[in-house]
Nanobody, 123 residues
Framework: QVQLVESGGRLVQAGGSLRLSCAASGRTFSSFAVGWFRQAPGKEREFVAAIHWNADSTYYTDSVKGRFTISRDNAKNTVYLQMNSLKPEDTAVYYC????????????????WGQGTQVTVSS
């Protein structure tokens, strides 16, 4: 079992920055790839970014490339999502999740999920 807790979401103006954190407890965190997903009201949950278990590889959806950076600190059992140049269309609940696959971009390949953190970007 892995427990994940996201934090860092809040209201921010367009063009601003946020750093989300995903803190893990339980099973060895470094064994998993970790992904960030987001879900806007009325839309399906979509893949945002993922990081390999040893942090040597990352993968992003096209809409966030160059603006978002995923990183991890296995010693702290934490994965981060640095979000810069935020846009109103980035507004969503952001979730982190773990996966045994690399690289997985669909929800069905992720086994443990956090409760989500709300990010709201005002125009």
């Amino acid at each position: 079992q892995v427990q994940l807790v996201e934090s860092g979401g809040r209201l921010v103006q367009a063009g601003g920055s946020l750093r989300l954190s995903c803190a893990a407890s339980g099973r060895t965190f470094s064994s998993f790839a970790v992904g960030w997903f987001r879900q806007a009201p009325g839309k399906e949950r979509e893949f945002v970014a993922a990081i390999h278990w040893n942090a040597d590889s990352t993968y992003y959806t096209d809409s966030v490339k160059g603006r978002f950076t995923i990183s991890r600190d296995n010693a702290k059992n934490t994965v981060y999502l640095q979000m810069n140049s935020l846009k109103p269309e980035d507004t969503a609940v952001y979730y982190c999740a773990t996966s045994f696959r690399w690289v997985a971009t669909t929800t069905r390949h992720y086994n443990y999920w956090g409760q989500g953190t709300q990010v709201t970007v005002s125009s």
